[in-house]
């Protein structure tokens, strides 16, 4: 099966209009009060393309994919800020967590007429994770791990004669290395350790940007038993659209001591693509240059180092 490159679709804002009662209560509305929005997480758009398509703007094959359904995405906030800066709304679903919602993906809330800007937030979360939505130019984890996210800021503007009726597309922003070995798991490994030389796990949801870019470290627990491959997963956030950095890859033990590194330097990533490092982690002398970079979605490019 070919990799799948998603795009989070169809934030649906909807003022409530079900009825002409209804309109003419808006309508009727004053400066002060406040006019009920709803805003409906509606469904996930899944587009499949290679890494050529992407350098043309090319997207092939797309499905839809309702919120529910779509497990990576385990945690929704939505907020509006007034023009001033201030946080007048924030609300944050967790699917693992009912009394959050009614329906996953459902907002409602009330605004006083006047201008906002909108930050809609998709994305997945892992245990310990700490993630805080600051403000329309600052996001991300204080925990160790950045996850998958989705993202999309609009101006929104309430008014007391217009029912608004918006579609909008949440966007992956950030990056996906996944990194397979190609040997098997040695006893005493218990651990993963992945440095990236630069990049962020704190971006501008505005941009969909990281705030810095020097680096971070994250460690995962070994995903394969002794004797097996290994596969890790990371999702770091990109200081620039495509960057190319240094990956350190360290084997631990439980005292955290390092068992065995493979530096892999000047690894390409592309926000919304997954970069694919192949190689021998477990082999005691085995050069860097061993590993394959294989960057792709769909019918990617292919990097052989000899």
């Known amino acids: 099966m070919k990799p799948k490159i998603i795009n989070l679709a169809a934030f649906v804002l909807l003022l409530a209009a079900c009825s002409s009662n209804d309109l003419n209560e808006v309508e009727n509305q004053v400066e002060g009060d406040k006019v009920p929005v709803r805003v409906h997480v509606n469904e996930f758009s899944i587009s499949v393309s290679g890494f050529d398509d992407f350098l043309a703007g090319a997207r092939v094959g797309t499905r839809a994919e309702d919120a529910q359904s779509y497990a990576d995405v385990k945690a929704c906030v939505l907020a509006f800020y007034d023009a001033a800066g201030n ?21 409602k809330v009330d605004l006083q007429i006047g201008s906002y800007k909108m930050v809609a937030l998709g994305y997945n979360v892992g245990n310990n994770d700490e993630f805080t939505l600051t403000s329309p130019t600052e996001a991300g984890y204080t925990s160790e791990k950045p996850r998958e996210m989705f993202c999309y800021v609009q101006d929104v503007t309430v008014t007391k004669t217009e029912a608004l009726d918006l579609d909008v597309t949440l966007d992956r922003i950030g990056a996906y290395l996944k990194i397979q070995s190609t040997d098997k798991r040695s006893a005493g490994v218990t651990k993963m350790r992945t440095t990236f030389s630069n990049g962020g796990k704190t971006f501008n949801p505005s941009t969909g940007l990281a705030l810095t870019n020097t680096g971070f470290s994250q460690t995962n627990n070994s995903s394969g038993g002794v004797g097996e491959t290994i596969e890790i997963n990371c999702f770091p956030y990109l200081f620039t659209d495509e960057q190319t950095m240094d990956v350190t890859i360290e084997a631990l033990d439980n005292s955290n001591n390092v068992l065995f590194t493979k530096k892999i330097t000047d690894v390409e990533f592309k926000r919304g693509y997954m970069t694919t490092i192949k190689g021998p982690i477990f082999t005691a002398g085995t050069s860097a240059v061993g590993f394959q970079l294989n960057t792709e979605w769909g019918e990617g490019k292919t990097y052989t180092f000899e």
């Not at 946080?87 to 959050?100: L, P, R």
């Open 87 to 107: 946080e007048v709304y924030k609300k944050t679903q967790n699917k693992a967590d009912a009394d959050t919602y009614t329906t996953f993906g459902d907002f």
